[in-house]
């Protein structure tokens, strides 16, 4: 089946740690991208890539990291910089980037912080 | 500032009665709307994509408008079933990158 895997379902974080989030699409796509949900809350868009060794911020990249080494893979590291990384995180990916590319989602991580 | 809102609060109707859901934008001149459905605990799956010069798009019991004078899109869906309870959400492309924004959701439940 073709798709976008994200694992660990639930990420445990300490303090002064970083964790890296793991993203996996089989889907061809060139596109891939990292969201950030908080409850009632909309996505937020942490950071993008459009292309292989290429990736921009996104409207709240502060405190992560990614790399895009290969097509199929996007990690995402949440740095001890991230002061507030309790969240539902989603990856996606699309043929391309723009308002009229669909995009699909991963089942998403939850990270909590002890 | 740019802004998406999205039915401020849950939505609830009865089974077999059509749903109604509002994303209002401001500030934005979108050329694409898309709407997705999020059941709880899972990423979001994509419903439909109505665009600019696009007044309606249907897809079997769902139905968009898209109205860039008022700034608003309509979301539908027809003899709705419990099955259709999910939040949905509205995502317009925006800003120099033309990437999605998404607005905050709306929670609909059908009561059987």
């Known amino acids: 089946d073709g798709g976008i895997t994200q694992s660990p379902k639930y990420l445990f974080r300490k303090e002064g740690q970083n964790v890296t989030l793991s993203c996996e699409q089989n889907?061809?796509?060139?596109?891939m991208y990292w969201y950030r949900q908080d409850p009632g809350q909309g996505l937020r868009l942490i950071y993008y890539?459009?292309?292989?060794?290429?990736?921009q911020k996104g409207d709240i990249a502060e405190g992560y990291s990614v790399s895009r080494e290969k097509k199929e893979s996007f990690p995402l590291t949440v740095t001890s910089a991230q002061k507030n990384p309790t969240a539902f995180y989603l990856c996606a990916s699309s043929t391309g980037t723009g308002g009229r590319e669909t995009q699909y989602f991963g089942p998403g991580t939850r990270l909590l912080v002890l | 500032s740019q802004k998406i809102e999205q039915n401020s609060e849950a939505l609830n109707i009865q089974e077999g009665k059509t749903a109604t859901l509002t994303c209002n934008y401001t500030n934005y001149s979108p050329a694409y709307l898309q709407w997705y459905r999020q059941d709880p605990g899972r990423g979001p799956v994509f419903l439909l994509l109505i665009r600019e010069n696009e007044k309606e798009k249907r897809k079997e019991r769902l139905k968009v408008t898209f109205d860039t004078t008022l700034k608003q899109s309509l979301f539908h869906i027809t003899a709705s079933q419990p099955a259709d309870s999910a939040t949905y959400l509205c995502a317009l492309d925006e800003g120099s990158a033309r990437q999605l924004t998404f607005g905050s959701g709306t929670q609909l439940t059908v009561l059987p």
């Open positions: 889907l061809n796509h060139d596109a």
């Open positions: 890539s459009q292309i292989v060794n290429d990736f």
